[in-house]
């Protein structure tokens, strides 16, 4: 073979592996076969969120673009389950914090909307729901946030979500009381009844402030979250609507169940 030859071979070869690159997204990652269509992994993605450090706690009633809100980066929920029906909300967050408190803003655009929970802790998750499961470093429990379109929350402190299935109930955890409920700052668009279902097009939001003085009633003492990096994930749900679904913001991997600490994602507090 010549030199001039085996140049042009070397450079076809480099021609082509470049097309494969990329013509099928994913094929240098081995995720894709060469059909482009994606394989099931079942490994979670990691991703991960800094939480803007502000020097007080939002105002009431404070706007998605209000002077508080605006520079804080925005949090997709997006990672949908192929359980769910073809219902695709656009769900977004923003999470801030004041040193002694987490702040959280969520904001949906969604379709078959519904809230039929009308007392802490009854099962929100049945209705268009948002949820924030947190975990503070160096340990195995968290505390699940769940809150409904209306308002209503779920809240409870998890140490074993061991479980045979989503519906059933877990190993062990410990259901807030009204007492620790009421330091959750809740503020919601909808009215805390939404039936019957809204099926046009509806923007709603649900906004919330976590004193760190109510995780330290389970975890003991947590100090200043400036800096920290706690494990966490979001996620969007709507069990018994016309039209369920299931997403997260980081993976879910293997069964469909959101008590996973293995798929909780990094959530940095600034300094």
């Known amino acids: 073979m010549t030199k001039h030859a085996m140049v042009l071979m070397l450079g076809a070869g480099f021609l082509v592996g470049v097309f494969v690159w990329f013509w099928f997204p994913g094929a240098h990652n ?38 508080y809100w605006r520079d804080v980066p925005v949090l997709r929920v997006d990672q949908f389950r192929p359980e769910g029906s073809d219902h695709r909300p656009v769900v977004e967050a923003k999470l801030a914090h004041s040193s002694d408190a987490m702040h959280v803003f ?3 655009q969604d379709r078959y909307v519904r809230a039929v929970a009308e007392k802490l802790n009854d099962m929100v998750c049945r209705d268009s729901c948002v949820e924030l499961f947190l975990q503070p470093p160096g340990r195995g429990e968290y505390i699940n946030f769940e809150v409904n379109c209306g308002g209503t929350m779920l809240a409870s402190f998890v140490e074993d979500p061991t479980r045979p299935d989503m519906h059933s109930p877990m190993a062990k955890s410990t259901s807030l009381t009204p007492r620790q409920a009421a330091r959750v700052n809740i503020e919601a668009s909808l009215p805390k009844i939404v039936e019957p279902e809204i099926t046009e097009p509806t923007e709603w939001t649900v906004r919330y402030s976590i004193p760190v003085a109510l995780f330290e009633e389970f975890f003991g003492p947590l100090g200043d979250l400036s800096g920290r990096t706690w494990r966490a994930n979001l996620y969007k749900c709507g069990d018994q609507t016309s039209h369920p679904h299931w997403a997260s913001f980081s993976p879910v991997s293997g069964a469909l169940n959101f008590h996973q600490p293995a798929c909780f994602a990094p959530l940095h507090f600034e300094k």
């Open 30 to 67: 081995g995720k894709t076969n060469m059909s482009g269509k994606q394989k099931d992994t079942s490994v979670a993605t990691l991703v991960e969120y800094t939480v803007t450090k502000r020097p007080a706690p939002p105002p009431s009633g404070a706007a998605w673009d209000g002077e």
């Open 106 to 108: 969520f904001r949906v």
